[in-house]
């Protein structure tokens, strides 16, 4: 697969903001000499993109034939922004041609944090909640069904927490580790192959979506598989290295085409001509747009945890749980630890926000040692709202502010929800009742499951 991360040397100052950001030390390079990236030990989480400083004003001479090698790379050129030296592979141009294509049926799908961040790209205040907006959006960019992430990650607490408890109950492969951050699981497979039985077999709720909108959207459409473009709106530039992967296919066909950013969809919006801000709201598509609070807070860091503490509570002990909002399980950076009382069961859990503070974790699941039952590992610092391909500001302070914001609509927007729960999700009640069957059943571990491999070869890295 190619590189997805990139340092132009060009641009390039050498001021190894990047490495100091990196959470793998894939930077490689003196101070004042041009960068280079470790393609095998990058993660991919795009946080050297975010910080780069490094870029070509528009005064700079050189910028008419920098924009053009963007292009040639996939950005728009006609959106004028400042070309930074660390930056991610796009999308841009390659989707607005296929969007154009009348044989495609084209279907998106958008992650939980990019209606709470995409208006800041419009000069909206950070955190401005627009889910309606964006929809309306994505059908004006000529998308055939427009669907969301969210309801992916009630699929996947609905997997994921079956798994768990399953696991919980025979005392086999504990800890289990949360699957669904991409630079994480490769993290896992590059540096600590050792805990890869530990990860939930589950896939994101990303390519969970992918593989629902080419088997069960598709036939309640009518539509041939194969003629289906399937393309994810994400806020993490590792999604693309993700939907890339060899495994994540289902019967012959890759789940997402394509995967752009919050940047972007911003690109495309911004060249289409169309006025953002003053758009109507609309809604998301049936069935794969109907989504719960729980399947909102996938995109803040603890959000996971919260969210099949909220279902699992209620599977085992068939009671309902006493408190939605977990604000124990709340918080940034770093490890936060619990003990969540479940019926008899006190669960042990961990949440890893940013992947520098994973190693000790894995040290003791090498050693034996490890006390949790379930944890949740986010490569960014404060998980998807911080995301390498989220909207770039360059200042630390504004990132603070913009994370924080991001962060306090999304809890918003699920405490305003009907539905708070992934297992009361009228739409996820009747996919399993028509499509899957059951949690963990042979239809969703066809469809919804995967093996993780290791990267390491024997005497050398591939």
């Known amino acids: 697969?190619?590189?997805?991360?990139?340092?132009?040397?060009?641009?390039?100052?050498?001021?190894?903001?990047?490495?100091?950001?990196?959470?793998?030390?894939?930077?490689?390079?003196?101070?004042?000499?041009?960068?280079?990236?470790?393609?095998?030990?990058?993660?991919?989480?795009?946080?050297?993109?975010?910080?780069?400083?490094?870029?070509?004003?528009?005064?700079?001479?050189?910028?008419?034939?920098?924009?053009?090698?963007?292009?040639?790379?996939?950005?728009?050129?006609?959106?004028?922004?400042?070309?930074?030296?660390?930056?991610?592979?796009?999308?841009?141009?390659?989707?607005?041609?296929?969007?154009?294509?009348?044989?495609?049926?084209?279907?998106?799908?958008?992650?939980?944090?990019i209606r709470v961040s995409?208006?800041?790209?419009?000069?909206?205040?950070?955190?401005?909640?627009?889910?309606?907006?964006?929809?309306?959006?994505?059908?004006?960019?000529?998308?055939?069904?427009?669907?969301?992430?969210?309801?992916?990650?009630?699929?996947?607490?609905?997997?994921?927490?079956?798994?768990?408890?399953?696991?919980?109950?025979?005392?086999?492969?504990l800890p289990m580790f949360t699957s669904c951050c991409p630079a994480w699981v490769k993290h896992a497979e590059t540096a600590a192959p050792h805990v890869l039985d530990h990860l939930s077999s589950c896939k994101s709720p990303m390519q969970m979506v992918g593989a629902l909108v080419k088997t069960y959207s598709a036939e309640l459409d009518g539509i041939a598989p194969a003629d289906i473009l399937s393309v994810a709106?994400?806020?993490?530039?590792?999604?693309?290295?993700?939907?890339?992967?060899?495994?994540?296919?289902?019967?012959?066909?890759?789940?997402?085409?394509?995967?752009?950013?919050?940047?972007?969809?911003?690109?495309?919006?911004?060249?289409?001509?169309?006025d953002f801000i003053n758009l109507p709201d609309e809604p998301f598509d049936s069935p794969l747009g109907k989504y719960s609070g729980a399947g909102t807070i996938f995109g803040a860091t603890g959000g996971v945890m919260e969210a099949a503490i909220r279902t699992g509570y209620e599977l085992v002990t068939h009671e309902s749980i006493p408190n939605l909002q977990l604000d124990f399980i709340r918080g940034d950076e770093g490890i936060?630890?619990?003990?969540?009382?479940?019926?008899?069961?006190?669960l042990k859990v961990a949440m890893v926000a940013g992947l520098k503070y994973v190693s000790s974790i894995l040290e003791q699941v090498a050693g034996g040692t490890c006390p949790y039952h379930f944890i949740e590992v986010m490569a960014c610092p404060e998980g998807c709202v911080s995301g390498g391909g989220q909207p770039k500001l360059l200042l630390e302070t504004q990132r603070k502010s913009a994370y924080q914001a991001r962060k306090s609509s999304i809890y918003r927007h699920d405490s305003n929800q009907k539905v708070r729960k992934s297992h009361e999700n009228p739409a996820i009640i009747k996919l399993y009742k028509d499509f899957l069957g059951e949690p963990l059943g042979h239809t969703s571990h066809h469809l919804l499951h995967t093996k993780f491999f290791s990267r390491k070869v024997k005497g050398e890295l591939k």
């Not at 936060?336 to 006190?346: C, F, H, P, W």
């Open 1 to 113: 697969m190619d590189p997805i991360i990139h340092i132009d040397e060009e641009l390039c100052t050498g001021c190894r903001r990047c490495a100091a950001v990196c959470p793998v030390d894939a930077i490689i390079g003196e101070a004042g000499t041009p960068q280079r990236i470790d393609a095998h030990r990058c993660v991919v989480c795009g946080q050297c993109v975010q910080t780069c400083a490094a870029y070509a004003a528009e005064s700079d001479p050189s910028l008419t034939s920098r924009a053009e090698k963007l292009r040639q790379r996939g950005q728009l050129s006609s959106v004028r922004e400042p070309l930074f030296a660390a930056y991610s592979t796009g999308h841009a141009i390659e989707l607005k041609e296929a969007l154009a294509d009348p044989k495609r049926y084209k279907v998106v799908q958008c992650a939980p944090v």
């Open 118 to 173: 995409l208006a800041e790209e419009f000069g909206l205040p950070l955190g401005t909640l627009t889910p309606g907006k964006m929809a309306a959006a994505l059908r004006l960019l000529n998308f055939d069904r427009v669907y969301d992430t969210n309801f992916g990650a009630d699929v996947t607490i609905m997997e994921e927490g079956s798994e768990l408890i399953g696991r919980v109950m025979s005392g086999e492969r």
């Open 233 to 274: 709106v994400m806020p993490c530039t590792c999604k693309k290295f993700e939907a890339g992967r060899e495994e994540m296919n289902v019967d012959g066909l890759r789940e997402v085409d394509m995967v752009i950013t919050t940047r972007e969809l911003a690109q495309l919006i911004k060249d289409k001509g169309i």
């Open 336 to 346: 936060r630890t619990a003990t969540v009382q479940i019926g008899d069961l006190e």
